[in-house]
C-alpha cells in the first residue's frame, strides 16, 4: 500500500523551481541541490498557476490578427498581482531570464502580446478572483480604481450605474485598460478629452525589476508618464485611477456625406476647433470615414443608414469611387432633446455636406459607444470575425492630409479596390496630448489618425500587406512624416526612427525599469 509523507517546504520550492526551469528550458542540467542554491525561491502557489496545457498555449500563440503565432513556454493564470511579481521576479533573478508578455483580450494584430519560448500572463484570469472588485467606484463618483485585465466595456456598465463615465474611449469596448493605456486609446471623442492616456490619475505598474509601483504625475512620475503608450516595455498595469464625469442619458448620432475631400476635412478641423472640456458648443465625438464599393453600405458602420437610402449612397459611391462621411455626435438627457437640436443644427449652419445627404437618430449612451458589437455579432455569425486583421493605422500631420488623399484613398486604395472594412480618417488635437509620454504623434498642432481596418481572407493576407507596404513607400518617397499607431517594426533602426526624439528617453527607461529586457517582447523593440 503507498503511503504519503509530507513533502517538507525546502523540496516543494526546489521541484517548483525545476519545473519552471524546464518549461522555460533554462540550465536544464543543474541538479536541484545547485538550483537552490543559486537560485531565490519562487512562490509555491505560482507552480499551479503555470500551464503548458497545449490549448493553453495554443491560445497564447495567437490574437486578433491571426497573422503572427509565437509559442511560449508556459501561460500564467494570476489570481493576484502578487503572483505576476512573483514571476517577474525568478526571471529577472534567473541566471538567463525569460521574457513575459501580459496577454489582455488579445486585440493585437501582429504578436504584440506574446512571448517566444517566454511566459505569457493571461490577464483575464485575474478577473476571474478579483470577485466583482476590479472596478471600484469612488464614495464622491469623481474616479474610478479600475484592474487592468477590466474590458473597458465592464468599467461603462459599472460606472453608468452610479450616473458617471469615462469621457474617452475606443471604438471597440472588449479592449483591457492596460492594452489601451499601453498604446494611447483613441477615438472620436480624443478631439476634446484626449486620448484615454490623458485621462488617469495614477496607475499601479509591475516593472521589469518585479517592484509594484504606485505612480501619478506627482508620485513615481518618470515611471507614470513611461508607461502610458509605452507599449508595455516599462511595465505591466494592474490598477489605473480613471476620471469620471456626470453620463449622459442619450445622443444625437449624425452622418453627412461628403464628395469633396477638402470640404470634408475644412469642416472636421471647424469642428474640433471647439473643443473646451466645459464648452457647452463643443461637439462630444467627431470621426469621419470612407464608403467605397468594397466597404459600403453593408459593414458596420453603415448600418447606420437607413435602408430606403443604400440605393442611393451606392449610387454616388459608383460615381465618385470614393464618398466620405463625416460622423458627429452631442450628448443629452431626455429632458433636453429639443434643445440639443437646436444646439446641433447652429453648430452644424454652413457645413458643407452634399445637400440631402444628412442622417440622424438618436440613441441611449450606452448604445452609442458599444455599438461596434452589433457589427462584431453579425461578423461571426458570417464567420468573418475570427480572420486575418492586416491592419495599418496613421498619423498624419495635417499639413500633408490631402497629400495622403490623393496618393494614398485615390491612388493606391481606390486603384487596387480590395479593402475590406472600415477606414477611418479624423483629426485630432496635439494639445490633448502629453509630450512626456512615451506616445508618439506627428510634430503639428492638428494632425489626422488613419485606420485601415481591414479583414481578409487566410489566402488573400499577403495583397493586404503589399498594399500596407506600398502606402508606406508612397509616404516616404512623398515625405508625408506619417507616424504609426499600433506600430509594428521589425529592426532597431526602424524604431528609432519611430520614435524620433523620444528614442533616447525611451531607451534609458528602458534600462531603468526593466534593465534585463524581460516584458513584452512580441514587440520587438529590446528584443
Request: overall charge neutral; aromatic content about 10%; cysteine-free.
Given at each position: 500500500?503507498?503511503?504519503?509523507?509530507?513533502?517538507?517546504?525546502?523540496?516543494?520550492?526546489?521541484?517548483?523551481?525545476?519545473?519552471?526551469?524546464?518549461?522555460?528550458?533554462?540550465?536544464?542540467?543543474?541538479?536541484?541541490?545547485?538550483?537552490?542554491?543559486?537560485?531565490p525561491p519562487l512562490d509555491v502557489a505560482i507552480a499551479d498557476k503555470l500551464s503548458v496545457d497545449p490549448s493553453a498555449v495554443e491560445s497564447a500563440s495567437r490574437d486578433y490578427g491571426?497573422?503572427?503565432?509565437?509559442?511560449?513556454?508556459?501561460?500564467?493564470?494570476?489570481?493576484?498581482?502578487?503572483?505576476?511579481?512573483?514571476?517577474?521576479?525568478?526571471?529577472?533573478?534567473?541566471?538567463?531570464?525569460?521574457?513575459?508578455?501580459?496577454?489582455?483580450?488579445?486585440?493585437?494584430?501582429?504578436?504584440?502580446?506574446?512571448?517566444?519560448?517566454?511566459?505569457?500572463?493571461?490577464?483575464?484570469?485575474?478577473?476571474?478572483?478579483?470577485?466583482?472588485?476590479?472596478?471600484?467606484?469612488s464614495s464622491d463618483g469623481h474616479y474610478a480604481d479600475v484592474g487592468g485585465e477590466q474590458l473597458w466595456f465592464d468599467v461603462l456598465n459599472a460606472t453608468l450605474k452610479r450616473g458617471v463615465a469615462p469621457v474617452s474611449w475606443t471604438d471597440y469596448l472588449y479592449l483591457t485598460v492596460g492594452g489601451t493605456l499601453s498604446n494611447a486609446g483613441i477615438s472620436g471623442q480624443s478631439f476634446r478629452f484626449g486620448p484615454q492616456i490623458s485621462n488617469v490619475y495614477e496607475m499601479d505598474v509591475i516593472t521589469g525589476n518585479a517592484d509594484i509601483v504606485t505612480c501619478s504625475p506627482k508620485k513615481n512620475s518618470e515611471l507614470f508618464y513611461a508607461v502610458l503608450g509605452g507599449l508595455g516595455q516599462f511595465g505591466i498595469i494592474t490598477r489605473a485611477?480613471?476620471?469620471?464625469?456626470?453620463?449622459?442619458?442619450r445622443v444625437k448620432w449624425v452622418r453627412m456625406l461628403?464628395?469633396?475631400?477638402?470640404?470634408?476635412?475644412?469642416?472636421?478641423?471647424?469642428?474640433?476647433?471647439?473643443?473646451?472640456?466645459?464648452?457647452?458648443?463643443?461637439?462630444?465625438?467627431?470621426?469621419g470615414s470612407l464608403l467605397m464599393d468594397q466597404g459600403s453600405p453593408d459593414n458596420w458602420r453603415s448600418s447606420f443608414f437607413p435602408p430606403k437610402d443604400h440605393k442611393r449612397i451606392t449610387s454616388l459611391i459608383s460615381n465618385h469611387g470614393i464618398i466620405y462621411c463625416l460622423e458627429v455626435v452631442k450628448h443629452h438627457d431626455d429632458q433636453t432633446e429639443d434643445i440639443v437640436d437646436k444646439e446641433l443644427r447652429q453648430v452644424l449652419k454652413g457645413l458643407s455636406y452634399m445637400p440631402g445627404l444628412m442622417f440622424e437618430k438618436h440613441v441611449l449612451y450606452a448604445e452609442f459607444l458599444n455599438r461596434v458589437e452589433s457589427g462584431e455579432a453579425k461578423l461571426r455569425s458570417?464567420?468573418?470575425?475570427?480572420?486575418?486583421?492586416?491592419?495599418?493605422?496613421?498619423?498624419?500631420?495635417?499639413?500633408?492630409?490631402?497629400?495622403?488623399?490623393?496618393g494614398v484613398f485615390k491612388g493606391i486604395v481606390l486603384k487596387r479596390n480590395i479593402t475590406k472594412g472600415p477606414v477611418l480618417v479624423y483629426p485630432m488635437n496635439r494639445q490633448k496630448w502629453d509630450d512626456r509620454?512615451?506616445?508618439?504623434?506627428?510634430?503639428?498642432?492638428?494632425?489626422?489618425?488613419?485606420?485601415?481596418l481591414h479583414s481578409s481572407g487566410f489566402d488573400d493576407r499577403e495583397a493586404f500587406d503589399d498594399q500596407n507596404a506600398e502606402i508606406l513607400q508612397f509616404c516616404d518617397e512623398a515625405g508625408i512624416r506619417v507616424k504609426q499607431y499600433l506600430p509594428h517594426f521589425t529592426s532597431k533602426d526602424a524604431w528609432i526612427n519611430h520614435f524620433g526624439s523620444k528614442w533616447e528617453t525611451f531607451q534609458q527607461k528602458k534600462h531603468q525599469f526593466d534593465p534585463k529586457m524581460l516584458l513584452s517582447p512580441g514587440q520587438r523593440i529590446f528584443n
Open positions: 500500500m503507498a503511503v504519503s509523507f509530507p513533502v517538507p517546504s525546502y523540496f516543494t520550492a526546489i521541484f517548483i523551481i525545476s519545473r519552471l526551469m524546464s518549461i522555460v528550458g533554462i540550465s536544464e542540467h543543474w541538479n536541484s541541490m545547485n538550483i537552490s542554491s543559486k537560485l491571426h497573422i503572427a503565432k509565437v509559442v511560449p513556454k508556459a501561460v500564467l493564470h494570476p489570481s493576484s498581482v502578487e503572483d505576476i511579481a512573483a514571476l517577474v521576479k525568478f526571471s529577472y533573478d534567473n541566471p538567463v531570464p525569460f521574457t513575459v508578455a501580459a496577454k489582455g483580450h488579445g486585440h493585437s494584430v501582429r504578436g504584440q502580446a506574446m512571448a517566444d519560448n517566454g511566459v505569457v500572463i493571461d490577464m483575464a484570469s485575474m478577473k476571474k478572483h478579483r470577485n466583482g472588485t476590479g472596478i471600484r467606484v485611477r480613471i476620471p469620471l464625469e456626470p453620463a449622459p442619458k461628403y464628395n469633396d475631400f477638402t470640404a470634408f476635412t475644412r469642416d472636421q478641423e471647424l469642428l474640433i476647433s471647439i473643443n473646451g472640456r466645459r464648452d457647452k458648443n463643443a461637439l462630444d465625438y467627431v470621426e458570417r464567420g468573418l470575425w475570427d480572420v486575418p486583421h492586416p491592419w495599418l493605422n496613421l498619423f498624419v500631420p495635417k499639413s500633408q492630409i490631402a497629400d495622403f488623399n490623393e509620454m512615451s506616445a508618439v504623434i506627428p510634430d503639428e498642432e492638428v494632425f489626422y489618425a488613419v485606420g485601415f
